[in-house]
């Protein structure tokens, strides 16, 4: 008999925390978040102000054999005419009945709160963890993207889940900046009459951290999923990114007036760190992050993007070169990007630079009405 138990006191919520690291603790590509990052997110996540959660646990036996959180998001779905309930945090072993028990108990909730859909895995906005592994299992993804079994994507198969969208990652060798593209990016600069803006000092950047969130609203607009983000999360995310932000690999476009159009936001890569850290950040777990920020091989290049009015323009060449000649220094020698859609145009261009595709996640969706 499978139990299906909502995640209401401290030993559900550290039950629900600690299944993962069980399921996946022989797994090499498996990247354990911070517990005490998830359990902000889960409960004091700003998006909760217009976002309604619930989380639950199956056990058998007395034992955790998966997991569940369920999200509507009253704003996003007002915004774009739906009535959707999403799923997340979706863990599982290789037990379909188990998926199935998960699934129907979010899909119930959503029903009995008038919803006539579900979609995931997602989270409360796009800037938080989304989409299954699809193709690419013997990659470790960065920290902002999950990994999961194999399996996962045939239950959704036969569970009756449709694909949405799917997003695609990839891997950049890191080498001499082409001629070509220095001589472009010059163009664009002198055609467009926009430059990057200078940061002396990581203060400097951080009090750009407002106005890069704004310009992310504007930016990604379109895209799948996003809704913009309110104040209190934009405040949210300049705290939660901008702690970490280096002023070499991260990277503004501005015009003639000072106003920013164009934006980069990239990290040396924390997955070994953080699986070495093993979701805590003590006793050592910091002290492994503290050498992956300075000495690393690996880059992630996270949130970029540029103003609708210049799509297509080409301008996003200015800030790759300045990071490209900012990863040599560094001494990187690869570089991977944070999953796009595969629609999206701008991915087009790591190919160009010897990019190989290593991942593909999807976005599911089920009728339930």
């Not at 995640?7 to 022989?26: C, M, Q, S, T, W």
């Not at 045939?154 to 799917?166: H, I, R, W």
């Amino acid at each position: 008999m499978i139990e299906i138990k909502e995640v209401v006191g401290k030993k559900e919520i550290r039950a629900f925390l600690d299944f993962p690291a069980r399921l996946y603790k022989n797994c090499p590509y498996y990247v354990p978040p911070l517990r005490n990052g998830e359990l902000k997110i889960m409960t004091k996540h700003p998006a909760l102000t217009f976002c309604e959660a619930k989380y639950w646990l199956a056990l058998r036996d007395g034992e955790v054999v998966g997991r569940v959180g369920g999200v509507i998001n009253r704003r996003c779905n007002e915004l774009k005419g739906q009535k959707r309930v999403r799923f997340g945090w979706f863990d599982v072993v290789e037990d379909l009945s188990v998926a199935k028990a998960l699934l129907d108990t979010v899909e119930q909730w959503g029903r009995a709160q008038g919803m006539t859909e579900i979609s995931g895995p997602s989270r409360f906005s796009n800037m938080e963890k989304q989409a299954m592994l699809v193709e690419g299992f013997d990659h470790a993804p960065s920290i902002v993207s999950d990994y999961n079994y194999p399996y996962y994507p045939q239950f959704m198969d036969v569970l009756g889940f449709e694909k949405e969208v799917d997003y695609i990652q990839y891997k950049v060798p890191v080498k001499e900046v082409p001629e070509r593209i220095k001589n472009l990016s010059a163009m664009l600069s002198e055609k467009y009459h926009v430059h990057l803006r200078k940061f002396p000092h990581k203060e400097d950047l951080k009090r750009s951290g407002k106005e890069f969130f704004h310009a992310l609203n504007r930016s990604y607009s379109e895209i799948y999923n996003f809704i913009p983000l309110t104040e209190e999360e934009i405040d949210w995310a300049v705290n939660e990114s901008f702690q970490v932000a280096s002023v070499d690999f991260s990277s503004m476009l501005e015009d003639e007036n000072g106003k920013l159009v164009g934006f980069a936001f990239c990290l040396p890569s924390l997955t070994e760190a953080f699986q070495k850290a093993k979701g805590r950040l003590l006793p050592f777990g910091w002290a492994h992050i503290l050498h992956a920020l300075h000495h690393n091989r690996n880059v992630d290049l996270y949130l970029t993007g540029v103003l609708p009015e210049y799509h297509n323009s080409g301008i996003h060449v200015i800030y790759h070169q300045q990071l490209h000649e900012a990863f040599l220094k560094a001494g990187f020698t690869c570089a991977f990007t944070s999953q796009q859609l595969e629609d999206n145009t701008a991915a087009r261009i790591w190919p160009k630079y010897g990019g190989e595709q290593i991942a593909r996640r999807r976005c599911y969706k089920k009728n339930i009405g």
